[in-house]
């Protein structure tokens, strides 16, 4: 089988699960039936994929998508949730670090991402310049599609 069958075969079953049940409309599934799930599903396919096919060049990919998945989820069904611009760098830490566990790179951007993020959620008082940031991401909030646009021209015409 090739990589990109089994890639496409657990997001179809994924797929496919999501909207099966959603078809059944379970009340104690209700919470799930909504993007973010699609999300998740999407980031634990490439990751899926990545460990069983021992191609770990997808891990960053998944464990971004599950993680902003999870976020969004968090931040639409529970009041705790943390909702803060700290929460985007730690999860792009998180996934320079699990991509570093296989494929020894990555360490060092990913502990640079989670300290800053760390600092940005447990500090009262933030320096000056982190209002440049804040700044920053209340217009990524506002304007993301243009974000995706942008990272996926990038995607589309960058040198190989």
């Known amino acids: 089988m090739k990589n990109t069958d089994s890639f496409a075969g657990f997001l179809l079953i994924g797929l496919g699960l999501y909207f099966l049940l959603r078809q059944f ?9 909504s993007w973010p799930t699609i999300l998740i599903i999407i980031g634990a396919a490439f990751l899926l994929h990545s460990y069983l096919s021992r191609d770990f060049a997808n891990i960053f990919t998944g464990v ?3 993680g ?35 494929t020894k790179s990555g360490l ?20 000056i310049w982190f209002r440049f940031i804040n700044l920053l991401f209340d217009w990524i909030e506002s304007f993301w599609p243009v974000v995706l646009i942008g990272f996926g021209a990038y995607l589309i015409y960058k040198k190989r």
């Open 108 to 127: 060092l951007p990913g502990l640079i991402l989670i300290a800053i993020a760390i600092f940005a959620l447990v500090t009262t008082s933030n320096p």
């Open 68 to 102: 902003l998945g999870v976020h969004f989820h968090g931040q639409a069904h529970y009041s705790f949730w943390i909702d803060h611009w700290g929460v985007y760098p730690f999860i792009i830490g998180l996934a320079f670090l699990f991509r570093s566990f296989k």
């Open 25 to 33: 409309n379970i009340p104690f599934l209700n919470p799930f039936y």
């Open 64 to 66: 971004l998508l599950l």
